[in-house]
């Protein structure tokens, strides 16, 4: 009998001892998508906040007004980051000045983000009252214009362009056209450039994005790798 229990006693420890790693595996799952991704999440979008404010300050030779396009960080978190980033390292760099922003209403579509939700009949509305204005960052992505929409632009004009965008297939066209004269987007080129694990924001931005310029969009990849 006492052996009997002494083997109950033994498979209870261990049914137990069990129990208790797969709660730890659980914790530590938990642990890692709700604090440790976040975290990096956090950092990455420093970066992009701070590269596109950097980029904005030299594409207007550090001086000028912008209008900002975004979309409410309500809807895309990440934005919010990026934003306020964005102002913060304007800000700190000097001579460039936010007019205004223009929220677009994404209406609940997923496809309203960083990197993405702009059209062009938006992107045109926004270019005519651009009076007075320097330059146009958009925080939504770059629009696919039509020919028409490419006249409508050269009969208003059109203050300098730089775009965050998710995507990277369809912007030759725009470098080529002149509109487009930056682009912030993810990374199509690797290795990249510091293969040791990323220590700051800018390193992040490096590790997941590129910058894109009309001296370099001969790089960018066609529709064909969409």
């Known amino acids: 009998m006492a052996i009997l229990m002494s083997n109950g006693s033994a498979k209870q420890v261990a049914v137990a001892g069990a129990s208790i790693l797969v709660i730890a595996a659980a914790v530590g799952r938990i642990c890692f998508t709700q604090f440790a991704a976040p ?5 990455l979008h420093k970066g992009v906040g701070e590269v ?33 980033t964005f102002r913060e390292t304007l800000g700190k760099l000097g001579g460039v000045a936010i007019k205004d922003t223009v929220l677009l209403d994404s209406e609940d579509k997923p496809k ?5 939700g702009l059209s062009a009949r938006r992107f045109v509305r926004i270019a005519k009252k651009s009076s007075g204005v320097d330059g146009i ?7 696919n214009l039509s020919e028409s929409d490419l006249a409508e632009l050269e009969k208003t004009g059109l203050p300098k362009f730089i775009a965050e965008s998710g995507s990277a297939a369809k912007l030759k066209r725009l ?5 487009l004269q930056v682009a912030i987007v993810r ?4 290795p990249a450039p510091n293969t040791n694990d990323p220590r700051n924001a800018r390193e992040w931005f490096e590790k997941r994005f590129q910058i894109v310029t009309a001296d370099s969009a001969a790089s960018l990849p066609g529709p064909e790798r969409e």
């Open 39 to 43: 975290k990096t999440e956090l950092v």
């Open 112 to 116: 309203c983000g960083a990197g993405r």
């Open 52 to 84: 596109m404010a950097a980029e904005t300050h030299k594409l207007l030779d550090r001086k000028g007004k912008v209008i900002v396009v975004a979309v409410d960080p309500g809807t895309a978190p990440e934005l919010r980051t990026q934003l306020e």
């Open 137 to 143: 960052v958009s925080f939504v992505g770059a629009p």
């Open 187 to 190: 990374r199509y080129q690797f």
């Open 175 to 179: 470098f080529d056209k002149k509109v």
